[in-house]
């Protein structure tokens, strides 16, 4: 019977395609604008980051972002996939709001060719992305079979490690996207209206990745996702070793937020190894 549901998940050839062919391909470039060359945003990216520190955040996201795409492109069952399709389409929407409210910011009129070049497809990304993510997220629903829960319970101790991080990421992601002004106040390090939406966008993102698993409750479907997690709690660690000077100690949520990624990497990383057994 196991067999025969796993069969009825299966991925459509469809979000094969906007996995391999789109999603992973788009999260490697964008990781290497942001995390990698995050001190030279105003040539290679979109916009220009007043604090390097943003951009790396956001390049960790997209770099976090491939572990689960690529364990999902190669997952037989749709049930591995969907606890990160909540996550991806907030990522992408508040992104995509994120540029048209801001777009007097954007490279449009660089002299240089490839800035304006990447400024564009950025653009174009965040307008067809979203849709293409939903579609997907449909199609893929109405297979037989595709809404079956999991047979593996999370611990209760690390469901409640998720609800405490969703939570987390839940206050502080919408408030930096609705309210950055006032969040910039409280927050580790210094945001401009456009960087702190920004920011916005994954931490948010990773608030209804971990609400998702609360709600999925199976260790071994949400294994994708937690491994996303992991490495974005990972890289984010590597970010604030990295920016360690731009980080206001004294303001309220520093502090905070260095115990949510330590937090999440742990319960992210228990996840994954009660998964393997």
């Given amino acids: ?165 969703a939570a987390f990421a839940l206050v502080c992601g919408p408030g930096l996207f609705l309210v950055p002004g006032a969040m910039a106040a409280f927050w580790p390090w210094a945001v401009t209206p456009l960087a702190a939406r920004a920011v916005s966008s994954w931490l948010t993102a990773f608030g209804a990745a971990c609400a998702t698993l609360v709600f999925e409750n199976d260790l071994r479907n949400g294994a994708g996702t937690s491994s996303s997690l992991l490495a974005f709690c990972i890289l984010e660690l590597v970010v604030v070793a990295r920016y360690a000077a731009a980080v206001d100690w004294g303001k309220p949520l520093s502090i905070a937020y260095v115990m949510f990624l330590v937090v999440g990497a742990l319960v992210t990383g228990a996840n994954l190894l009660a998964s393997r057994k």
């Fill in 1 to 165: 019977m196991s067999a025969i549901a796993s069969e009825r998940q299966d991925l459509t050839l469809y979000s094969r395609f906007v996995l391999y062919g789109l999603v992973l391909p788009l999260l490697f470039i964008a990781g290497v604008q942001l995390f990698l060359l995050s001190e030279q945003t105003e040539t290679y990216f979109a916009w220009t980051f007043a604090a390097p520190f943003s951009a790396a955040y956001m390049g960790a996201g997209y770099w976090a972002a491939m572990f689960h795409a690529y364990t999902g492109a190669n997952s037989r069952s749709w049930a591995f996939v969907r606890s990160s399709l909540p996550a991806a389409v907030t990522a992408t929407a508040l992104l995509s709001i994120t540029t048209f409210l801001h777009l007097d910011k954007f490279h449009l009129s660089s002299p240089l060719l490839i800035t304006r070049f990447v400024t564009w497809v950025w653009i174009l990304v965040y307008v067809v992305v979203p849709p293409i993510l939903v579609i997907a997220w449909i199609l893929q629903s109405r297979q037989p079979g595709a809404n079956e829960k999991g047979n593996h319970p999370l611990p209760a101790w690390m469901r409640l490690g998720f609800g405490l991080l």
